[in-house]
């Protein structure tokens, strides 16, 4: 069973009231989780600031599927990326639109390089990348 340590945390009145508003929002069950997970995200934060260090990530992309080569370009991207790459979900989301999902691992220089050039690709709409230890 872990340790619990217990430690007082002091906040100005307005600020906790918005605290405790954005928990309530997010459905956290107290004030000690909720502070616990900025904690978590923000050690999270700090690990993608080293660029050789392993970790997981999402890619998320929507593009034109219409627009000139951008399928076969995307395509073209991973298949030479293909050790970061654990796997990959398309969807389409109407008739222009696809969304790709790609989950990726690998040291966070190397991410960072290939997600940017995929959403820079000429017909990308927009993306996103998280990343993430375990």
Not at 21 to 30: A, T, V
């Amino acid at each position: 069973m872990e340790s619990i340590v217990r430690k007082g945390i002091a906040f100005d009145r307005e600020l906790l009231k918005k605290f405790d508003s954005l928990n309530k929002k997010k459905g956290y069950k107290n004030r000690s989780e909720a502070i616990r997970d900025l904690i978590r995200k923000e050690f999270v934060t700090e690990e993608t600031t080293d660029p050789e260090k392993r970790m997981m990530a999402t890619l998320t992309m929507v593009y034109d599927h219409h627009k000139h080569d951008v399928q076969h370009n995307l395509t073209h991207m991973q298949h030479h990326h293909s050790d970061l790459i654990r796997s990959t979900l398309h969807v389409h989301i109407d008739h222009d639109n696809c969304m790709e999902v790609l989950i990726l691992e690998g040291k966070v220089k190397d991410i960072v390089h290939f997600s940017d050039s995929m959403l820079a690709e000429k017909g990308v709409k927009h993306g996103k990348l998280v990343m993430t230890s375990g």
